[in-house]
Every structure is written in C-alpha cells, then in structure tokens.
Nanobody, 124 residues
Framework: VQLQASGGGLVQAGGSLRLSCTAS????????VGWFRQTPGKEREFVAC????????HYANSVKGRFTISRDSATNTVYLQMNSLEPEDTAVYYC??????????????????WGQGTLVTVSS
C-alpha cells in the first residue's frame, strides 16, 4: 500500500482545512486508516482512525468534536476534515494504514504503511 497525503497549509485559528490521503494497492478497503501528527521533538501522536471501510471511527480527545475522518472507497481516499483549528493543532500530519487491533490504534508502531507528511500551521 502506498499513501499520498495532501491538503496542509497555513490557516488562522478558528479556520478549517481538509487533508486528503490517497491510497494505492490491493485490499485497501479491508485496512484501517489513521491520521497522526508530529511536532519537533515529540513522538507521533494519534489523531483519528477509521477501522475499515464502513467501520468504526475513533478520535483523540483533543480533536473530538472538531475533526472528522471519512473515507471514499470508490477513490481509495481518506479525508480528515479539521474545523475550529487551534494553534496547538500545528504539526506535520501523516496518514497511515494497516490492521492494528483496537487496543493498539493509538500506537504508531502498530501501523504498517505511512504516507509522507503534510504540514498544517495554525496562526493565532
């Protein structure tokens, strides 16, 4: 599976962005897809995931109610709609795919495939 993330940019606090992650490869629908983010000097942090096409979604508490993950199986694309952005959301965002068990979805080491990051900068 190869993943290509896009959609990052500069936005003011309170604004919105939508990140996209397009996947190539077989059986993508059966994989979970997740978004993580990372700032300099910190570990990669779980943001959201969709367990598999039509499956359950999970969010970090810090983004619950503001971010929404969705997937378009027809185009093998996963989206992260980010609303009410805060300066603390500034990070490089990565999409990931794999088959982590539910108890391990927040652990980046449990995800097999990664896209390149896309930078999100939220100004105050």
């Amino acid at each position: 599976v190869q993943l290509q993330a896009s959609g990052g940019g500069l936005v003011q606090a309170g604004g919105s962005l939508r990140l996209s992650c397009t996947a190539s490869g077989r059986n993508f629908r059966t994989f979970a897809v997740g978004w993580f983010r990372q700032t300099p000097g910190k570990e990669r942090e779980f943001v959201a995931c969709s367990r598999k096409s039509g499956g359950t979604t999970h969010y970090a508490n810090s983004v619950k109610g503001r971010f929404t993950i969705s997937r378009d199986s027809a185009t093998n694309t996963v989206y992260l709609q980010m609303n009410s952005l805060e300066p603390e959301d500034t990070a490089v965002y990565y999409c990931a795919s794999g088959s982590p068990i539910l108890s391990a979805i927040r652990d980046p080491h449990m995800w097999a495939y990664w896209g390149q990051g896309t930078l999100v900068t939220v100004s105050s």
